[in-house]
């Protein structure tokens, strides 16, 4: 089984589960205290996630084996651990129990429905079309990044609240693209990616710029809708700040130490994870 949870990225899929309970509770508001009919709408919500950010994993390994056998030679396809007819059944039926999934929270919250739309259109367009255009890519990434707590909200009948989180996992997902772009420069030879077109130089400044932004949005909860003397509002300021500086730290040595920087934003990512979650108590 490693070879398929390698192929799925397991990693990343549990982000899109968690990030779409992060997005529910907190349009929510109540904790962790919930009915039983939310709680099963936000867990069919984030295992339609889960199931639709798997399938497209699958999906971008069956149509990058080539790069893959360059920049990430040990990849379960390339090294012939699951065959490509294979994984190509299984984003298949990813997609589609995925897609089933958030239908059947769509008959309370037709919103739902029409983010998956866009979700699943963005990401079919991102493989077959706007990844190898590299920064329209990485946009589009950071698109479905921000739409997973879009879509959690959307699920507890509140979209628009999670708008600033959702503008702050846009650009933080961003930057972390573009890194990763950076580092895979040598390997991408069939993409435009902003380093090998405008070079490492322009790629950090577009990656702090992005960053910088992220930082400034996490304020809103703060002016908008959290307040400050709360609770919620002093967990969410404490971590958030954490969170900060560590995006910060993860752009400080750019265009240097490309793998630790993007390392480093993953952790950003958890800790911002956690602030998200703590506006649920408010």
Request: aromatic share 8%.
């Amino acid at each position: 089984m490693r070879p398929i949870f390698r192929l799925l990225r397991a990693g990343n899929v549990a982000v899109s589960f968690v990030g779409t309970m992060v997005g529910g509770l907190v349009a929510l508001g109540a904790g962790v205290r919930i009915s039983g009919l939310d709680l099963l709408l936000f867990l069919l919500a984030g295992a339609s996630a889960a199931l639709v950010t798997a399938g497209g994993n699958v999906l971008n390994d069956v149509l990058d084996v080539g790069g893959d056998r360059r920049n990430h030679p040990d990849r379960p396809l390339v090294t012939g651990e699951v065959t490509v007819a294979g994984a190509r059944r299984l984003a298949t039926a990813l997609f589609v129990v995925g897609i089933a999934a958030g239908a059947a929270v769509a008959v309370r919250e037709p919103l739902v429905a029409v983010l998956l739309g866009v979700a699943v259109a963005s990401l079919l367009g991102y493989e077959l079309r706007w990844k190898a255009r590299g920064f329209v890519g990485n946009l589009v990434v950071g698109l479905l990044t921000g739409l997973v707590f879009l879509y959690g909200a959307a699920a507890a009948g509140a979209a628009l609240l999670l708008a600033p989180f959702a503008l702050m996992a846009f650009f933080a997902t961003v930057s972390r693209e573009v890194i990763k772009d950076m580092e895979d420069a040598a390997g991408d030879v069939g993409r435009r990616t902003l380093p090998r077109v405008h070079g490492l130089s322009w790629s950090a400044t577009v990656a702090r710029s992005c960053v910088g932004t992220a930082v400034v949005l996490s304020a809103v909860p703060l002016l908008w809708f959290v307040p400050l003397a709360s609770v919620a509002g002093i967990m969410y300021l404490g971590l958030v700040a954490a969170a900060d500086a560590v995006f910060l730290l993860s752009v400080a040595y750019l265009p240097g130490r490309l793998h630790w920087e993007q390392t480093m934003s993953k952790v950003a990512m958890s800790v911002a994870l956690l602030a998200f979650l703590a506006v649920a108590f408010r």
